[in-house]
């Protein structure tokens, strides 16, 4: 009898190996299966034409279930982006004309010579806030444009001085007005990093616009370019007011200002950042213990 054991024994010990061997083949089927199914969901082509009872059928129902509420919401949210961004551009091709206009008229009136101080004083009241509405609506149209992918950013090698100079230039009579010394060395050897130069330039010009808002008359901001093995820096430090260190992680989102009362829109910080993280790069702000911020953009060299 006990060959007989030794028989039965050998062939439950084969039956279960072979249960195992399917079971374990089976498994693999299935997950090469779900495998399949998640590539095609993710690509956008996810259509499973058979259901069972078995459990992966169970899981493919679940998975089609959230594919299809996934791409509805995407639609939705695509189309109230588009919606965002015709009524954006609608707004500003309604009101530019219009402060076109008045800051021509502000102009003309502030020339006229018999013009009373006090009538004065409110002409370039009005020229102010003509310039803020159109400068509002311009950067409201280029962050709508860059999120769209209306704006196409090309990054390419170019020299970063020629980027801080366009900035600095574009800056400059701002700064004077205030009184604020906007300093830029003299070129030295060339530094180049990834970078569209419009639009990078358009970047640093935000910063330095910033800088000047936040720098009493009399103070000074500083331009310098750093060269590092992966990344190029252009560096932008002011005598400011500073920056609180509740309001560091903030800085670059839409709309946000240390203070309801502080001069600007918002915008300008965000789109720096839009833009420079479009160019393959990062900004980073600091606030030095001797008072001031620092602002400086990094810019890929690989």
């Not at 015709?86 to 530019?96: E, N, P, Y």
């Not at 090309?154 to 300093?183: F, M, N, S």
């Not at 200002?257 to 393959?280: F, H, K, M, P, W």
Request: glycine share 6%; aromatic share 6%; proline share 4%.
């Amino acid at each position: 009898m006990s060959w007989l054991a030794a028989v039965v024994a050998a062939l439950v010990a084969l039956t279960a190996l072979a249960a195992l061997g399917v079971a374990r083949y089976r498994h693999k089927k299935e997950m090469a299966a779900l495998d399949r199914l998640l590539d095609a969901a993710l690509a956008g082509d996810f259509s499973p034409d058979t259901f069972d009872e078995s459990q992966v059928s169970k899981l493919v129902a679940k998975l089609h279930r959230f594919v299809t509420a996934a791409k509805l919401r995407r639609g939705q949210l695509e189309a109230e982006q588009a919606q965002v961004h015709a009524l954006i551009s609608d707004i500003s091709h309604q009101t530019k004309t219009p402060v076109a206009n008045m800051l021509l008229y502000a102009e003309l009136l502030a020339e006229q010579p018999e013009l009373m101080e006090p009538s004065r004083a409110m002409v370039a009241h009005m020229r102010a806030g003509a310039e803020k509405l159109s400068f509002l609506t311009g950067a409201l149209v280029k962050s709508s444009r860059l999120e769209n992918g209306i704006i196409r950013i090309q990054p390419r090698w170019h020299d970063l001085y020629g980027v801080a100079a366009e900035a600095t230039a574009q800056c400059l009579p701002k700064a004077r007005e205030k009184g604020i010394v906007l300093a830029l060395p003299e070129k030295g050897y060339p530094i180049s990093a990834q970078c569209d130069p419009k639009w990078c330039a358009e970047a640093v010009y935000n910063i330095l616009d910033n800088a000047v808002k936040n720098t009493p008359e009399g103070g000074k901001i500083t331009i310098s370019l750093h060269d590092y093995e992966l990344f190029a820096c252009i560096r932008v430090a002011d005598t400011g007011r500073g920056i609180a260190s509740a309001d560091l992680p903030r800085i670059f989102t839409r709309f946000f200002r240390a203070d309801a009362g502080q001069e600007g829109s918002g915008l300008g910080l965000y789109l720096s950042r839009e833009i420079v993280t479009r160019c393959g790069g990062y900004i980073r702000a600091e606030a030095p213990p001797a008072g001031g911020a620092v602002f400086s953009v990094y810019l890929s060299k690989l």
